[in-house]
């Protein structure tokens, strides 16, 4: 019987952080990658590395993935796949408990059947709900307010549970606010709906939109508006490469939160915008939205010491600049 080859599993690999990961496995870390994403959020125009293979299926599908598994050895998975609308969650808790938290079981099944024992998991900030204490480390309290980010606790949960009944080993890496696009211009975000600040400043901008809405102006914080902790796409991507690296390296089931240790604040980031682009951001303001707190700034300092990563791409210029290289650029068939 022919050896099965080596393989990295990437679910939502053709979506916004999962495409960013997968250029780096595939181009930095010289990985054979093959992509599970359904393509309802995914772009197959993100999948730019040769040798990247894509399987248009969704991860709920047993069949689909139990082919993947059947054809590959799997060495490790990332998994990404997952809803990621806050507003929605509440109003459909039930899409989002199917998608984000019963779906990936279809693959932990599939891992613990070929005896695949490392999982990467695309967490977030938002399973620790609303702040007790700022910076925020991994020890702080997890009592999620919102559908979107209990669906998120609870696969953290059964990955505990997972690790100790079949030895499956995982990283949680809990994202602050994603942002950016590759410095090289040729990937980026792409999100419909976009709800994010940055991309709609930047549309505003643009004209593709009325005036962004600032969200609230009577925070308390120093300008009134709310502060989070702006982690540029790339940085999210290389520490997919770590964690994979440590759990390689047989590191335990560990959970890292990703920031950069600094919040920045709407006015903030509207005004590093009017730098970039050299044009005023057009901008009205409006009530705060449900449910965000004033500020989330993460303390990194475990991640610096466990997956040996820190943030680079920190200068808020220069984040911005790559989302508007990207949404000035050809946006590759984006749209
Ligand atoms: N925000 C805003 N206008 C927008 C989008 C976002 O004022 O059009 C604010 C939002 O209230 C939050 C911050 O920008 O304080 C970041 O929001 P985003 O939706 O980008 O990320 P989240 O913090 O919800 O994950």
Sequence with gaps: MSEKESVILVTGGAGYIGSHTVRMLAEQAGRRVVVLDNLVFGHREALISPGVELVEADMADARSV???FGRYQVDAVVHFAAFCYVGESVTEPLKYYQNNTAAPLT????MRESGCDKFIFSSTCAT???PVEVPMSESHPQNPINPYGR???MLEQILADCERAYGIRSVRLRYFN?????LDGRIGEDHDPETHLIPNVLRAVLGETGPMTVFGTDYPTPDGTCIRDYIHVEDLASAHVRALEYLEGGGATTACNLGTGKGASVREIIEAAERVTGKEVPVRYGERREGDPPELVANAAFARETLDWEAKIVDLDQIIGSAWAWMTGERKGHY
């Design 178 to 182: 994603a942002c950016g696009c590759s």
């Design 107 to 110: 693959v932990l099944a599939a």
């Design 128 to 130: 620790y709900g609303d």
């Design 151 to 153: 669906s998120k606790l």
């Design 66 to 68: 139990a082919e993947v």
